[in-house]
């Protein structure tokens, strides 16, 4: 399955928001780290790191890294092109000097709901 990957442009970091809850999981200030939401599956950089990684995804960015050692190949692309939910938004924010990724499921299988 291939993911499509939306790109922000922008001259400048910016603040970065969960699309589905809100909560702000990037600050402009590229010197705070990622603070997480439920719904963020992992972020990295144009460097090829994950700066975060949720705990579901431990095994299968460990799986990217290795492509990315073994033929090089962007870990941040081979995660993506793996990942099976059909319900994810894969965000690209570039900008002058940096480009950063970030893997979001709108689906978590956490609704309060009841039935």
Excluded: W
């Excluded at 997480?36 to 799986?63: N, R």
Aim: net charge negative.
């Amino acid at each position: 399955m291939t993911t499509s990957i939306s790109t922000l442009l922008t001259a400048n970091r910016v603040d970065l928001h969960c699309p589905v809850c809100g909560k702000r999981v990037v600050n402009a200030d590229p010197n705070v780290p990622v603070d997480p939401c439920p719904h963020l599956l992992f972020a990295a950089t144009d460097l090829g790191t994950f700066t975060f990684v949720s705990e579901a995804y431990q095994g299968f960015t460990e799986k990217a890294l290795n492509a990315h050692h073994e033929y090089d190949i962007d870990p941040f692309a081979y995660a993506v092109d793996h990942l099976e939910p059909d319900d994810l938004l894969c965000l690209s924010v570039a900008g002058i000097g940096f480009q950063n990724y970030y893997a979001f499921s709108f689906d978590l299988g956490d609704s309060d709901e009841e039935e």
